[in-house]
């Protein structure tokens, strides 16, 4: 039987063009991506070489966040997003949003936004933000690019349509927004995949670039290293993938140490031979706020 929850569309209104954040276009090259330790939940910088924020992807924190007690400047300060930048949010789950009410740099700038079907909670937030735009349904599946000056590229794809229902519980994983950073380099490219809690599979974009010979960087594994949603095609996508020559391939699990959900499982992860692996609650205990995952 289909859960019901108490569900509501995100509003704002859609955005009929999209272009590059200034941050982006004024980048000389894109780094890589920096991912905050922020418990349970992503937040992940694209960093520029300058070690500059270009866009914000994702801004959330819930179980076990380091926020709590602190001030707004000082979430500012853990977390900074400048006047210029842009949020881009992967999906409506609040562990993806929930450290932007709890300062305020990120609540005065754009946000770009998945048009979804979520909870009532997520759709007030969107509503108190002064500058918010949503991707709208008719964009499923095309790809959206942002370039730097020397060809670096945030490559972005809202990956299907959400529920027409609000009444019916809708899994925001599969409908929202998944993100690849990729610097070409002759015939082959180096990819960074950042797939928010989207399943690999559900992202053709990632399919497109393991066809065009790109090697892997970096990613972000998708839902906090969860266990579900694989399929032998993303096993076999992942085994055969080439990791980037001159070093192995940075797999990141960010995640809230002790969560009820018992992520991660980095076994599933064990078919790229060529792998390191980095855990957020590890970076706390080092205390590291982040971990940076960079073209090589």
């Known amino acids: 039987m289909t859960e019901k929850l108490k569900r509501a569309r995100i509003g704002g209104a859609d955005v009929t063009s999209i272009k590059a954040p200034v941050g982006v276009s004024r980048a000389n090259a894109i780094s890589g991506a920096r991912i905050y330790d922020v418990g349970q939940g992503d937040a992940i910088a694209i960093i520029d070489d300058a070690d500059r924020t270009i866009l914000q992807l994702d801004y959330g924190g819930r179980q076990g966040n380091p926020f709590e007690g602190k001030s707004s400047g000082e979430v500012d300060r853990m977390l900074p997003v400048t006047s210029d930048a842009l949020v881009m949010v992967t999906h409506w789950d609040e562990d993806h949003w929930s450290t932007g009410p709890k300062g305020a740099a990120a609540k005065a700038v754009d946000w ?41 590229a945030i490559l972005w794809q809202k990956i299907a349509p959400s529920s027409p229902s609000p009444s019916i519980h809708e899994n925001c994983n599969k409908t929202g927004v998944a993100v690849a950073l990729l610097r070409r380099s002759g ?16 992202v053709p974009l990632f399919q497109h670039l393991y066809l065009a010979g790109m090697t892997l960087t970096g990613l972000v594994a998708f ?39 018992g ?34």
């Open 263 to 296: 992520h991660p499982h980095p076994n599933e992860y064990a078919m790229l031979a060529a792998r390191r692996e980095i855990s957020t609650p590890t970076l706390r205990t080092a205390k590291a706020p982040h971990h940076d995952i960079l073209f090589r």
């Open 187 to 202: 015939a082959r490219g180096q990819v960074i995949l950042l797939p928010g809690d989207a399943p690999f599979h559900e």
């Open 223 to 261: 839902h906090h290293g969860s266990k579900y949603h694989w399929t032998d095609a993303t096993r076999s996508m992942l085994r055969f993938w080439p990791v980037t020559p001159g070093g192995a391939c940075d797999v990141v699990f960010s995640y809230g140490a002790g969560n009820s959900y």
């Open 112 to 152: 770009l936004v998945p048009r979804q079907v979520t909870s009532p909670r997520a759709v007030r937030f969107a509503a108190d933000l002064k500058k918010v735009r949503c991707i709208p349904e008719t964009m499923v599946g095309s790809i959206v690019e942002f370039t730097a000056r020397n060809g670096d």
